[in-house]
């Protein structure tokens, strides 16, 4: 026993040594510190002046009662400004400035620029719509698509210059014969939906008088319209394979080289691109999908239209009047 008292002894004194190692370590630390922060403060002081008695001035430095001043007010040199002043006039005005950015839009895909797939309206969305082209539009109020209560100003053998040149045509819907802007005009639509250029491009080499003329249609209907009614532009859709050899300018390369023109059109006079082509024609040459095909290789059948119908319905921007089939995609915005 007397051995682990005398260990037990030995363990209590060391740890008291090394309790009193550091004690010692802090206060020589601290009297370090305190050293160090009176010297710094005292060497920092500036020292005091050796006598405080006053010197006699010598003849030579000593200035007499009468003696004027060595320099005059006018002498002392004006401060320098550290920033050059400002001439205000230079930029403080409203002129115009010359354009600097090419706003034309040339070559954009027209699959880039096009309304992408949204929430679902409702049928009942069609009922303010007005479908504007020419027969090939016209299958969307002949077909039982559900947008029979939608205006149609949609016209066999149609041009864009039939609408522009306002001639007189029979409806291939409703069948009455009238003048194209005036029946769109009268109907007062929200929606415009403009499908036309399939019979324009029957004839090669007419693009930019096609274009020429679209613009011109747009800027017409502008004029006459309500400032609200959102303008969507549809691609011309492609045809079959076969079409080409009876109508050379149908062909469905050139159809897409011009459905590109078509969307930078839109998007130079502020009108929505709808790419039917997506839903109706094959992706890898833009040929008219089989199973929507009719005898003449260029107009669609039911089906076609159905599906054509259907994607009208998925893509539309979003409007506050629009009523979706659903959740609404824009509930953040407020309905």
């Not at 550290?82 to 005005?93: F, N, P």
């Not at 009922?127 to 698509?145: E, H, R």
């Not at 069948?175 to 036309?196: A, F, N, R």
């Not at 040459?285 to 089906?303: C, E, L, P, W």
Request: charged share 20%.
């Amino acid at each position: 026993m007397a051995d682990f008292y005398t260990y037990r002894n030995e363990v209590a004194s060391k740890r008291r040594k090394r309790k009193m190692f550091l004690v010692l370590i802090v206060i020589l630390a601290l009297l370090c510190a305190g050293a160090g922060f009176f010297w710094f403060k005292n060497s920092g002081t500036p020292a005091p002046a050796a006598s405080a008695e006053p010197v006699a001035a010598t003849p030579e430095t000593a200035p007499t009662a009468t003696e004027a001043p060595t320099a005059t007010p006018a002498a002392i040199a004006e401060p320098q400004r550290i920033v050059q002043a400002v001439d205000t006039a230079v930029w403080d005005k409203s002129d115009a400035v010359e354009q600097t950015i090419d706003t034309e839009y040339l070559n954009t895909d027209h699959r880039m620029v096009a309304v992408p797939m949204l929430g679902t309206v409702t049928k009942d969305y069609f009922n303010t719509v007005t479908f504007a082209g020419d027969s090939i539009a016209s299958g969307l109020g002949i077909y039982s698509t559900g947008y029979n209560n939608a205006h149609y100003a949609t016209y066999v053998s149609a041009g864009v210059q039939t609408f522009v040149n306002n001639v007189s045509v029979k409806n291939a819907v409703t069948g009455t014969t009238e003048t194209p802007m005036e029946t769109i005009v009268s109907s007062q639509p929200d929606y415009l939906y403009i499908l036309v250029g399939t019979n324009n491009l029957v004839v090669q080499g007419s693009e930019d008088s096609f274009l020429a003329y679209y613009e011109r249609l747009i800027d017409m209907l502008r004029e006459q319209l309500d400032p609200g009614v959102k303008f969507y532009i549809q691609a011309i859709p492609g045809v079959q394979e076969d079409v080409v050899a009876s109508k050379p300018g149908l062909d469905n390369t050139r159809i897409a080289t011009v459905n590109d023109l078509l969307a930078n059109m839109a998007l130079r006079k502020g009108c929505y691109y709808i790419n039917i082509r997506e839903v109706l024609t094959n992706p890898a040459d833009g040929s008219q999908i089989d199973d929507y095909a009719t005898k003449d290789g260029v107009h669609f059948n039911a089906a076609g239209y159905h599906a054509w119908a259907d994607y009208l319905a998925t893509h539309t921007v979003w409007d506050r009047r629009s009523v979706y089939s659903g959740e609404n995609p824009y509930y953040i915005y407020g309905a």
